[in-house]
């Protein structure tokens, strides 16, 4: 069975930092990606990061580049978004989801994600 549990999120004020975790069980690196798609209030899902073992690849929106980083700890099942000087534009509910392998540069459009957890609310406020 497929799992993957998201935590870390939060309220936090702007210039602020957190870190999101997401556990994974079910399937492997060796065939999907894990990215984390984003979705703000009244808006559709968005995926904003995605990292692929094929060369350790990490790939990043606009909107987050130079400010998130995200990192697999393979031993503990565990991805993980860093984010850095926070704004309130990034507020939302913050998912991990498993992508092929193959389609992991195409890892904004949510609807490539075969599967995901509950999400994690992310509040960037003063």
């Known amino acids: 069975e497929v799992q993957l549990v998201e935590s870390g999120g939060g309220l936090v004020q702007p210039g602020g930092s957190l870190r999101l975790s997401c556990v994974y069980s079910?399937?492997?690196?060796?065939?999907?990606?894990i990215g984390w798609i984003r979705q703000a209030p009244g808006k559709e899902r968005e995926g904003i990061s995605c990292i692929s073992t094929n060369y350790e690849t990490t790939y990043y929106d606009d909107r987050v580049r130079g400010r998130f980083t995200i990192t697999s700890d393979y031993a503990r099942s565990t991805v993980y978004l860093h984010m850095n000087s926070l704004k309130p534009e990034d507020t939302g509910v913050y998912y991990c989801g498993g992508i092929k392998k193959e389609f992991a540069s195409w890892y904004r459009d949510a609807k490539e994600f075969e599967f995901w957890g509950q999400g994690t609310q992310v509040t960037v406020s003063s």
């Open positions: 079910g399937f492997t690196f060796d065939d999907y990606a």
